[in-house]
């Protein structure tokens, strides 16, 4: 008798969900946070997060630090988070940075982590 039958309905199921239907079913799932939840980067975005990394500590280390050294710094903090969380560097942030080592072309002509980063970024 068809009409005795249980039945299972999905509702709207986006997001990381898990499930397992019938009598013997088992559904695990395993979630992971932190350092093993790091997003994959390709080459580019990598050769990216090093030079940005680069440069911040060349920031702190060789250079007198300045309000527009600190919103560099800043900008710099802010591209480093987005890739490590997300696995790129949108657009805008890089437009960003950009404009900011267009601002700092004597940092960029003095310190090769800046001139590294604005290659990467296309100046």
């Known amino acids: ?5 249980p039945s ?5 199921i986006s997001g990381n969900n898990t499930f397992a239907v019938g009598s013997h079913a088992h559904a695990e799932s395993h979630h992971h946070h932190g350092a093993d939840a790091a997003p994959q980067l390709d080459k580019s975005t990598r050769q990216l997060l090093a030079a940005v990394r680069e440069l911040r500590a060349d920031l702190a280390e060789r250079v ?3 309000d527009q050294t600190a919103t560099l710094d800043e900008a710099l ?3 480093e988070s987005e890739i490590t969380s997300t696995g ?10 950009r ?3 267009s601002d700092s072309q004597a940092l960029v002509t003095f310190l090769a982590s800046a001139g590294a980063l604005a290659g990467l970024l296309g100046m």
């Open 1 to 5: 008798m068809a009409g005795n039958e």
């Open 64 to 66: 007198r630090g300045t």
């Open 88 to 97: 790129q560097a949108g657009r805008t942030r890089r437009e960003r940075l």
């Open 77 to 79: 903090a802010e591209t």
């Open 99 to 101: 404009e900011l080592l």
């Open 8 to 12: 299972v309905n999905f509702g709207n």
